[in-house]
Nanobody
Framework: QVQVVESGGGLVQAGGSLRLSCAAS????????MGWFRQAPGKEREFVAA????????YYADSVKGRFTISRDNAKNTVYLQMNSLKPEDTAVYYC???????????????????WGQGTLVTVSS
């Protein structure tokens, strides 16, 4: 069974950077698509970015395109989210997810995803 654990959240000033990590366990995790989602206070969870099992395909939400980069290291069973030029509106709990479907499914049907982490809090101060 695949499990994921997020880390790397914290407090940062607007314009700063953070890198989130998602460590996955399980023998077949390298065949899973992986993604990041976030939920701000009082708002619904939203898609942020996803990466295919090979790393060759990625999707980004329009709100983070050009500022965030998702990547993965299958040798380390870890997915990263590099967040640059952070804005106060990026403040949220960030969740990692894993699924054996496509990154399009991760983006469009997140409620069906197999594996979710507990989340890591990112706070961006103005």
């Amino acid at each position: 069974q695949v499990q994921v654990v997020e880390s790397g959240g914290g407090l940062v000033q607007a314009g700063g950077s953070l890198r989130l990590s998602c460590a996955a366990s399980g023998r077949t995790v390298s065949t899973y698509a992986m993604g990041w989602f976030r939920q701000a206070p009082g708002k619904e969870r939203e898609f942020v970015a996803a990466i295919s099992w090979s790393g060759r395909s990625t999707y980004y939400a329009d709100s983070v395109k050009g500022r965030f980069t998702i990547s993965r290291d299958n040798a380390k069973n870890t997915v990263y989210l590099q967040m640059n030029s952070l804005k106060p509106e990026d403040t949220a709990v960030y969740y990692c997810a894993a699924d054996r479907s496509t990154i399009a499914t991760m983006r469009d049907q997140p409620r069906y995803l197999e594996v979710w982490g507990q989340g890591t809090l990112v706070t961006v101060s103005s």
